[in-house]
């Protein structure tokens, strides 16, 4: 039923019922009453009701069409739907396979990657080893492996710092010792690893901490900020030093002594380690 249909059948019963209201003398459909219907002429009453049947009759024609229209509706709606929910699944296995397609992409460049540096840095060091061995033919593999072994340790060991003079306590919660340090001193880095970096002997109250992180820049940073202990009330005793290698730490003792020896033989004098050297500059010259 469209909309023209639908107005001709109000039209149609406004009409009748305008009639109806003039035959029974109302005014208001409110005042048609079983009372009032027995007003009109017989004649009158049978044309109403022949109208009236007619236009039930028609009304109940339109209202079946309406229910088959609404009917086929819903099930046009409900295939929409069953349309729609296909087209989401289809985007989804879609969204997938481009996902996958870009993971394998991703990982199948890493691995050409890999691959790459790793065979440039075996050239390079195949070409170290004909440099310096121009007379054998190949680098023992076990020497080959301790030079690798030792440029990892020493990458490894520019990521560390070496934390001195934190008194040790029942339990042993370096954690959180370290964490006060760095609170101290402003900083948040990343620690992979926190242990002691020799054993403890008798007389000992502390020992030294080894903090592993996670760049050689987050050192830098740590040990341009490690100066702040020296005003602190509670770490004034600790002090965080960079870790040293075996040849750095002989060196370093070496130079202590000498800044000690340099002290007692000229005492009117400042001295000072720097650039890996002792140095000594004349205070009343300065001031």
């Not at 003398?25 to 409110?30: E, K, L």
């Not at 609170?183 to 109250?205: H, L």
């Not at 000690?260 to 380690?273: A, N």
Request: proline share 4%; aromatic share 4%.
């Amino acid at each position: 039923m469209d909309d023209k249909e639908c107005d001709d059948m109000i039209l149609k019963a406004a009409g009748w019922l305008s009639k109806a209201m003039e035959q029974l003398n109302c005014s208001a459909p409110i005042e048609v009453t079983s009372t009032v219907c027995k007003k009109p002429l017989k004649d009158d009453l049978v044309i109403l009701m022949s109208e009236a049947f007619h236009l039930v009759r028609f009304q109940n024609e339109k209202l079946k069409q309406l229910k088959t229209t609404l009917s086929a509706t819903k099930n046009k709606l409900i295939e929409n739907q069953q349309w729609v929910i296909s087209l989401q699944e289809q985007v989804i296995d879609c969204k997938d396979k481009q996902l996958q397609a870009v993971q394998t992409t991703v990982k199948s460049t890493v691995e050409d990657s890999v691959k790459e540096q790793f065979k440039s840095y075996s050239d390079a060091v195949q070409e170290n080893v004909m440099v310096c061995k121009p007379d054998s033919d190949s680098l023992p593999i076990g020497k080959l492996k301790d030079v690798v072994r030792e440029v990892a340790h020493e990458e490894d060991r520019l990521s560390n710092v070496i934390i001195f003079g934190v008194p040790e306590r029942e339990p042993a919660n370096l954690a959180q010792r370290v964490e006060e340090v760095f609170n101290e001193i402003k900083v948040r880095p990343n620690v992979r690893e926190i242990s002691f970096a020799g054993k403890q002997s008798a007389g000992t109250s502390s020992r030294p901490i080894k903090v592993k992180l996670s760049s050689p820049s987050i050192v830098k940073a740590i040990l341009g900020q490690a100066k702040l202990l020296k005003n602190s009330d509670k770490l004034k005793s600790v002090f965080v030093k960079p870790d040293l290698s075996i040849e750095e730490r002989t060196k370093r003792r070496q130079l202590v002594q000498d800044l000690k020896q340099r002290r007692i033989s000229e005492p009117d004098k400042r001295h000072y380690i720097r650039g890996g050297a002792v140095h000594s500059e004349d205070t009343k010259s300065k001031k």
